[in-house]
């Protein structure tokens, strides 16, 4: 009899390790990012691509896209922006070919096409830049809560924008939004488990 | 003087048992149940400001602490899209943003007149008395 409730003692541990072991493999790990419950579709858009062509961000699907707004002309939050997404890019090895950082203007009256590549292929060859008409990349902004406001710079001007990052998986679902100034290991963390989903 | 020895003792035994709260509130360590801090945007709150009420429901700074609340989380019940924070969030959908470093971190956030939310994360108290300061103000919240 003692043998026999030794017999169920041990099932039941053993079930319970098996448990737990399962729950936990099954449960994903959670993003560094901010994220979104449920996940919408990521707004589409069609504007002027760095690369020449149109850059519809629909076309990007399969991909997981990192886009982020800003300016050539940014002192400091875009430079830091776009390296740490270069870091992060590299760091992925063989995965890189599946992630597409996009850099979306603010500030149209000086980001041409050729501006836009010129600049975001400072960082990285295959980073994308859109540019387009001021009341197209208004839209594109509302539609992602950004926000961009000219202010008094100098001589000139620069411009007050959002700085977050945009995380959107390969169907085309805008999963998370990265804080400025995390760490390209952060984002090669999030891109890694948003590709193994 | 029976009375009085009673009370002497009544005394000492509340002391003592002051005395072991404030040792547990000092030393105990902090544990949760969540590590969610929730802000959400009730169902109406559009109407309301609509209608020219000033609804504020996230305060201009936010104080976390790592490893007790340093998720913070924020919930549209409302019927239309919000700007809540740093993030826009459609109806019925939550923002949920952990952080990792105590740090003060600013955000463009439409929902404030000066445009910005903090978020202050505080590092974890150590043990004495910044985790006795930080439970009495959890406590006087």
């Known amino acids: ?197 | 003087m029976r009375a009085k020895r009673t009370g002497a003792l009544a005394a000492l035994a509340l002391v003592g048992v002051a005395a072991a709260a404030v040792a547990w509130a000092a030393l105990a360590p902090i544990t949760v149940a969540s590590r969610d801090e929730l802000f959400a945007i009730p169902q109406g709150t559009w109407a309301r400001r609509m209608a020219g009420d000033k609804v504020e429901i996230l305060p201009a700074t936010i104080r976390l602490t790592l490893g007790v609340n340093d998720v913070l989380l924020l919930r549209n019940l409302d019927d239309v899209p919000q700007v809540f924070g740093p993030a826009l969030i459609m109806p019925g959908q939550s923002f949920r943003l952990p952080f990792e470093a105590a740090s003060t971190y600013s955000f463009a956030c439409t929902a404030h007149a000066s445009g910005q939310l903090q978020v202050v994360v505080d590092p974890m108290p150590e043990p004495g008395w910044p985790t006795l300061r930080w439970r009495l103000r959890r406590w006087l919240r």
Not at chain 1, 43 to 67: C, I, R, T, Y
Not at chain 1, 74 to 87: D, F, R, S, W, Y
Not at chain 1, 126 to 144: I, M, Q
């Open chain 1, 1 to 197: 009899m003692p043998r026999a409730i030794a017999a169920l003692c041990l099932a039941a541990c053993v079930f319970a390790v098996v448990a737990v072991a399962a729950f936990a493999a099954g449960a994903a790990p959670p993003l560094k990012a901010g994220s979104f419950e449920p996940p919408r579709a990521a707004p589409d858009f069609v504007l002027a691509g760095s690369d020449g062509g149109a850059l519809q961000l629909s076309k990007l699907h399969g991909k997981v896209v990192l886009m982020s707004f800003g300016y050539t002309h940014c002192p400091a939050v875009c430079p830091t922006t776009l390296a740490t997404l270069a870091e992060a890019r590299r760091s992925l090895g063989k995965d890189a070919g599946a992630v597409q950082v996009v850099f979306v203007t603010v500030d149209p009256e000086r980001d041409d096409v050729a501006t836009m590549r010129q600049y975001v292929a400072a960082f990285d060859p295959s980073f994308l830049g859109a540019t387009g008409k001021p009341e197209a990349l208004a839209a594109v902004r509302r539609s992602y809560g950004v926000v961009a406001r000219k202010v008094p710079l100098g001589d000139g001007y620069g411009v007050d924008h959002s700085s977050s990052i945009f995380l959107i998986d390969r169907e085309g679902r805008l999963r998370a939004q990265m804080p400025f100034g995390r760490d390209a290991r952060d984002f090669a963390h999030d891109v890694r488990l948003l590709l193994a989903s």
